[in-house]
């Protein structure tokens, strides 16, 4: 390598990769349990409007409110939608802590909806109990979460971006990085690592062709996946994909779930409702895409039939946060939801475990199988476990990570690792006529749909892995002209590692589950005698991906899956 790189080294006790949701949460328990200790939030944006949460939120999705529920009951309800492959201890925690989160944001300033009464005003849109909150001013959260973690005196070191996760003597030590800005390679030491860098939001292509214009936030690109995988930590069900509905040409969820609690539904072409229940599961998805292709579609989100308070009502919280583009999408198309549905239709595939079920695999306490890695938020996978979930992990993260770090001290890098990885980093640097990132990433996520869009198909996926392992080669000729383009150019390096995992995942499940998530078309039937487990993978020493199965634990609340099954269908009408 020619070019001159400046090195920075950072030295912490704990270092949180990713200052969204898990992240900025994990980092302040992490300085509550130690406050003598030094915690670092490591960024590749920045944190004030970074993650999932950028823009805001416009509702709580899993909020065991006592009273409303119970954390037993949350626990059947997730166990029931992701047919039972869960590590229930670990989502009893949500369940069990998720009050005591929605407590402490509200002690910080976040405003969540009450009715008259000053009581909660909870909204049903799972099949029995109440746990959607909505937050009228959510807009203001990620701002709320920046403030405490100043507060809290946390290290924020915003524009680099973490590309390995440094493992010694059998323990996470730290990571290694850039500075997206000024080019400079960053070494970070740290006694525990928390991983919170979100979903890969960028692995199947939006129908719209534009690279960024992803359901998920396009900036997580299955950062934490790829470095969890490269440190040799265990991920599983990689097999289940995120698949949304969403508005059609608009890289945001349609929000049946906001609408429905205020009397919207999912209606077809013919006006008809088609599905019961607006949870997100992949059983819904699957109905939706049967209708897609029944001639009945296309579908929509109906509201016409509301009076003018409701629908006020509804825009105001759905045009106000998260993506408050959504009026002027609207505006500039003369649609109207008086007048109007909004036409909706399926995403891009995705890995996010807060929305389904794929992730690094983690306990009840946030623990990888790496010992001093952690993980939290969408790449950790606790079914289903959306905001509140991400909030719960990074507070068992960072006080976990606190426990763990007593007694330790740091070790020095490996020297020639690093200039590995270095080297690694900066190749598309010394090709800067190579080939753009775009049009490397563009091919890739067209494979992705081209080859793992369900229905899956096994002789399908076997041509699309072939691509994917060869993609390697492509990779190597992609040219980087100033950092931030190397930025884009690592981001493609994580999301073919996803693709890889994504693909040998579906092929070694041979049954269909999770609905649309893992329906195989030459396996389309649920076989709980052979597969029900979890299926897991990780980087063997010899530097080959291998899989196997992990089996369930025993469950902490009863639940009989023979009886309570998740049927959303609507069969008669």
């Known amino acids: 390598m020619d070019i001159q790189i400046n090195t920075q080294r950072i030295q912490t006790d704990v270092l949180v990769i990713g200052g969204g949701t898990a992240g900025t949460m994990a980092a302040i328990k992490a300085k509550q349990a130690h406050p003598d200790g030094d915690v670092l939030i490591l960024e590749k944006a920045n944190i004030r409007r970074s993650g999932a949460i950028a823009m805001g939120m416009d509702g709580v999705n899993t909020a065991v409110i006592p009273g409303n529920s119970t954390p037993e009951q949350y626990v059947r309800e997730v166990t029931i939608a992701n047919d039972g492959i869960v590590n229930q201890k670990a989502v009893y925690q949500t369940g069990k802590l998720g009050f005591e989160?929605?407590?402490?944001?509200?002690?910080?300033?976040?405003?969540?909806?009450?009715?008259?009464?000053?009581?909660?005003?909870?909204?049903?849109?799972?099949?029995?109990?109440?746990?959607?909150?909505?937050?009228?001013?959510?807009?203001?959260?990620?701002?709320?979460?920046?403030?405490?973690?100043?507060?809290?005196?946390?290290?924020?070191?915003?524009?680099?971006?973490?590309?390995?996760?440094?493992?010694?003597?059998?323990?996470?030590?730290?990571?290694?990085?850039?500075?997206?800005?000024?080019?400079?390679?960053?070494?970070?030491?740290?006694?525990?690592?928390?991983?919170?860098?979100?979903?890969?939001?960028?692995?199947?292509?939006?129908?719209?062709?534009?690279?960024?214009?992803?359901?998920?936030?396009?900036?997580?690109?299955?950062?934490?996946?790829?470095?969890?995988?490269?440190?040799?930590?265990?991920?599983?069900?990689?097999?289940?994909?995120?698949?949304?509905?969403?508005?059609?040409?608009?890289?945001?969820?349609?929000?049946?779930?906001?609408?429905?609690?205020?009397?919207?539904?999912?209606?077809?072409?013919?006006?008809?409702?088609?599905?019961?229940?607006?949870?997100?599961?992949?059983?819904?998805?699957?109905?939706?895409?049967?209708?897609?292709?029944?001639?009945?579609?296309?579908?929509?989100?109906?509201?016409?039939?509301?009076?003018?308070?409701?629908?006020?009502?509804?825009?105001?919280?759905?045009?106000?946060?998260?993506?408050?583009?959504?009026?002027?999408?609207?505006?500039?198309?003369?649609?109207?939801?008086?007048?109007?549905?909004?036409?909706?239709?399926?995403?891009?595939?995705?890995?996010c475990s807060g929305h389904s079920a794929s992730g690094v695999w983690v306990n009840e306490k946030a623990e990888t199988t790496i010992p001093g890695l952690y993980a939290a938020g969408d790449m950790a996978s606790v079914p289903h476990n959306y905001m509140i979930g991400a909030f719960v992990f990074g507070r068992l993260a960072g006080i976990h990570a606190v426990d763990y770090i007593q007694e330790l001290e740091h070790i020095e890098p490996d020297l020639d690792f690093l200039k590995a990885e270095k080297a690694r980093i900066y190749a598309p640097l010394t090709r800067p006529n190579g080939i753009p990132h775009t049009q490397v990433e563009y091919k890739l996520r067209r494979l992705v749909n081209d080859y793992l869009q369900p229905p899956k198909v096994g002789h399908k996926m076997e041509i699309g892995l072939n691509y994917f392992t060869r993609y390697n080669e492509t990779l190597d000729m992609m040219g980087a002209r100033d950092p931030h383009e190397l930025m884009r150019c690592m981001e493609v390096h994580f999301i073919r590692d996803c693709a890889e995992m994504a693909a040998r995942s579906s092929l070694y499940r041979r049954e269909s589950r999770w609905g649309l998530y893992h329906y195989r078309l030459d396996y389309p039937e649920k076989n709980n005698e052979e597969w029900f487990c979890h299926i897991n993978l990780k980087k063997h020493e010899s530097g080959e991906m291998i899989l196997f199965k992990r089996q369930v634990e025993p469950y902490v609340v009863e639940v009989d899956l023979e009886k309570e099954v998740y049927d959303v269908a609507v069969r008669k009408r």
């Open 101 to 351: 989160v929605i407590q402490e944001l509200e002690s910080w300033g976040v405003k969540f909806q009450k009715d008259t009464q000053g009581n909660y005003d909870l909204k049903q849109v799972h099949r029995v109990g109440k746990y959607v909150l909505p937050m009228p001013e959510g807009k203001d959260l990620k701002t709320i979460l920046t403030r405490q973690v100043k507060r809290h005196k946390v290290r924020v070191t915003n524009r680099v971006m973490a590309t390995r996760v440094l493992v010694q003597n059998g323990r996470a030590i730290g990571a290694v990085g850039f500075d997206v800005r000024s080019g400079d390679f960053v070494v970070i030491q740290a006694k525990a690592v928390i991983l919170c860098t979100g979903a890969c939001g960028r692995l199947g292509l939006p129908l719209s062709g534009y690279l960024y214009g992803t359901y998920e936030n396009p900036t997580n690109a299955g950062d934490g996946y790829s470095m969890a995988y490269h440190a040799g930590a265990e991920l599983t069900n990689i097999e289940c994909f995120q698949i949304n509905p969403l508005i059609k040409d608009y890289n945001g969820p349609a929000c049946a779930y906001v609408a429905g609690p205020f009397g919207a539904y999912t209606a077809n072409a013919e006006g008809y409702r088609f599905i019961r229940c607006d949870y997100w599961s992949g059983q819904m998805m699957l109905e939706i895409w049967k209708e897609l292709n029944s001639g009945k579609g296309p579908i929509q989100l109906k509201m016409t039939h509301l009076d003018e308070d409701t629908i006020a009502e509804i825009e105001s919280i759905l045009w106000s946060n998260e993506r408050p583009s959504r009026g002027r999408f609207h505006e500039g198309r003369g649609e109207n939801y008086r007048t109007h549905g909004v036409e909706m239709h399926i995403s891009e595939i995705g890995l």
